[in-house]
């Protein structure tokens, strides 16, 4: 006898599928609102900025100029010095927004006492608004304030922090001290999910404290370390609150910022050139992302074969 | 009588002794570099803090040049040391009381602040949880891409991303209200990527027993998933909020007149007659956010945490 096996075939496929399509709409319903915001306020005016920066002059003037507006841009000295201390800013700051949170993770890893109360004070500048912690930075970086007293006491000549060379360090004291807590969260966390048994394993062996940091913790930590340079660069953008809340809008040229160029952009009404720079930024933004994404890509592989 | 190998035992125990004692200095040490350290950290809170309880004259006495500008707008220096001052000759609260009941125009701010982030906040999160439940449940190619895009926004800093969004509030006619700032901010993709990321934690197969039970896609929302990501959404609240409340960019592109800034932007304008009282509005202003961190504080380690993704 053959037996038709057609016959036999269950098929709930089709009934799966079926409510496989309508849960899939209703997963993209739940999406919508949010989708809708991005589209609107986000992607669309995105594509429509990078058409203003090939136009000559968008309310009014609509001729294609191609890549002109890039070239004034660049051309532009305010907008070199802004590019200059940005970057001067970035290559300094964003280190040692790394390394001393690292440090301080790795100390708070320790057995010591007050463990709790050390994270809870090293968080709270995060929390303070710029706006009330301005009053007492502008006190101690006044020329005749505590910051030249201290070096006035140390034998060194006083410092005009804010109309100097000197005005990228207090820069960069000012985002360390709001940074450092939320990088060093960071790397606890990190450092919490380092297996027990292998650092166990490692004191048996009475490995080296450096040797346990380098060959474990080190190890387990490369995402998060690719995290944190990646949200130290991103919020390394945001002491244009301090700069403009110290200086206002037009500080002096060692302050000036690439985020103040901007800024003074809108007032100006120069769409087109904005535009242009803004589509400068972003490349900039997403080439060193995207590097720091490979790099970490490298050497998380190197610890998987390892 | 000794053998050798008591001898041995006395020679390892004063060894083990003798290591035990380095590592308790060498503990002692760090927690006291780490003690000054956060001693450092905390005292321009605690600077704020304290000045503000000092009288208008004794401020002026002390900062008084500080705050002070010549005719040319340059800066005066005055030989006179500025004294900073940890705690008041006389402990008053007259720059309280002055803010408070006096002066209307600073707590019309700190309510202007309030009025522009609390709904952010709010929104922001509701917002995030329904696209967070979107892109948890079927992941397809699309919303990956999605998803990915979400990402390079969120990591756009803000002078990028406000171009796009001036350009529209501009197209909507909704420049220089408090639109401009609430639409963009209860959008921004920031707490959708954190949420997300706490909802791909949940077991599977917890939503598959809750199908089997016979839950619809909404019942999954609404019985397991939104109840499961509320420790997450306490968070990421936490995260927004103090964003938002220590909003510069977006007041000063969205706003023509400074009247209508918030206190974030307002408090660095404070003029030459009123030293005395911004510390004490600075006082007030982070209160908020302190009271938060108070009883927020594991929640916002959390949240910093699942950012980094361990294991994400």
Redesign the interface.
């Known amino acids: 006898m053959k037996i038709d096996l057609k016959k036999y075939r269950v098929k709930p496929k089709n009934y799966m599928d079926k409510k ?1 399509a ?3 709409r ?10 809708t ?2 589209m ?7 594509f ?2 990078i058409f203003y920066s090939f136009i000559m002059n968008p309310p009014t003037d609509y001729s294609f100029v191609g890549f002109k507006n890039y070239f004034t841009v660049f051309n532009n000295a305010a907008f070199r010095t802004a590019s200059l201390n940005t970057i001067k800013f970035t290559f300094l700051a964003v280190p040692l927004a790394v390394v001393i949170p690292l440090l ?1 993770a790795l ?2 890893d ?5 463990k709790s ?24 970086f ?5 910051g030249n ?1 201290i070096l006035n006491s140390l034998n060194i000549d006083s410092v005009d922090w804010f109309n100097s060379e000197q005005a990228l360090f207090v820069i960069v004291v000012l985002f360390l ?1 709001k940074n ?3 990088n060093m ?2 790397f ?3 450092l ?2 380092v297996p027990r048994d292998l650092l166990e394993v490692a004191y048996l062996e009475n490995a080296s404290g450096w040797n346990i940091f380098w060959n474990i913790k080190f190890r387990y930590m490369t ?2 370390l690719l ?2 340079t ?2 130290s660069i ?1 919020n390394s ?2 002491v ?2 301090e700069i ?3 200086k ?2 037009h500080p002096t040229s060692y302050m000036y910022m ?2 103040t160029y ?2 003074n952009k ?1 007032d100006a009404l120069d ?1 087109h050139l ?2 242009a720079a ?1 589509i400068v ?2 490349i900039v ?2 080439i060193i ?1 995207g590097v720091l994404f490979l790099l970490e890509g490298r050497v998380g592989k190197d610890i998987e074969e390892a | 009588m000794t053998t050798k190998a008591d001898k041995y035992i006395k020679k390892a125990r004063k060894l083990r002794r003798l290591k035990r004692g380095k590592e308790k200095l060498k503990i002692a040490i760090i927690t006291l570099l780490l003690a000054f350290v956060a001693c450092i950290f905390l005292s321009p809170i605690v600077l704020t803090m304290t000045n503000s309880l000092m009288s208008q004259s004794e401020i002026k006495a002390n900062y008084g040049q500080v705050f002070s500008t010549d005719a040319n707008g340059g800066k005066t220096y005055i030989s006179k040391q500025v004294e900073l001052k940890f705690i008041p000759d006389m402990v008053s609260v007259s720059q309280y009381y002055t803010v408070l009941f006096k002066s209307a125009d600073y707590l019309y701010k700190f309510w202007k602040s309030v009025i522009l982030v609390v709904p952010i906040v709010i929104f922001q999160i509701l917002v995030a949880v329904a696209a967070s439940y979107g892109f948890y449940r079927f992941s397809g190619k699309l919303k990956t891409i999605i998803f990915f895009t979400y990402i390079i926004l969120m990591l756009m800093p803000y002078q990028v991303t406000l171009v796009p969004n001036y350009l529209v509030a501009k197209g909507l006619g909704i420049i220089d209200t408090n639109w401009a700032i609430w639409l963009p901010g209860i959008f921004s993709p920031f707490s959708v990527y954190l949420i997300t990321k706490y909802m791909k934690r949940i077991p599977v197969s917890l939503i598959e027993a809750a199908e089997i039970d016979g839950c619809n896609d909404y019942q999954v929302f609404s019985k397991i998933c939104f109840p499961l990501s509320k420790g997450c959404m306490i968070s990421c609240g936490i995260l927004v909020f103090i964003d938002y409340w220590n909003m510069v960019e977006q007041p000063v592109i969205m706003y023509k007149d400074e009247a209508d800034y918030p206190l974030s932007v307002f408090l660095s304008k404070i003029n030459e007659g009123e030293i005395g009282l911004a510390f004490a509005v600075a006082t007030i202003y982070m209160f908020l956010p302190l009271l938060i961190f108070l009883y927020g504080e594991d929640y916002l380690v959390e949240g910093i945490s699942y950012q980094g993704g361990v294991k994400g």
Do not use: C
């Open positions: 496989d309508k849960s899939k209703v997963s993209w319903l739940f999406l919508f609102p949010s989708l915001g991005v609107l306020f986000f992607l669309v005016p995105y429509i900025i301080l100390l708070l320790i057995k010591i006492p007050f109360q050390f994270r809870t004070a090293f968080l709270t500048p995060l929390m303070v608004p710029v706006a009330s912690v301005v009053l007492v930075w502008q006190v101690i006044h020329y005749n304030g505590l007293e001290w450092i807590g939320y969260i960071l606890m966390a990190a919490g999910s995402s998060t995290f944190v990646i949200m991103i953008f945001k244009f609150r403009f809340l110290l206002g809008a690439l985020q901007m800024n809108f769409h904005l535009s803004a930024m972003s933004m997403i992302i």
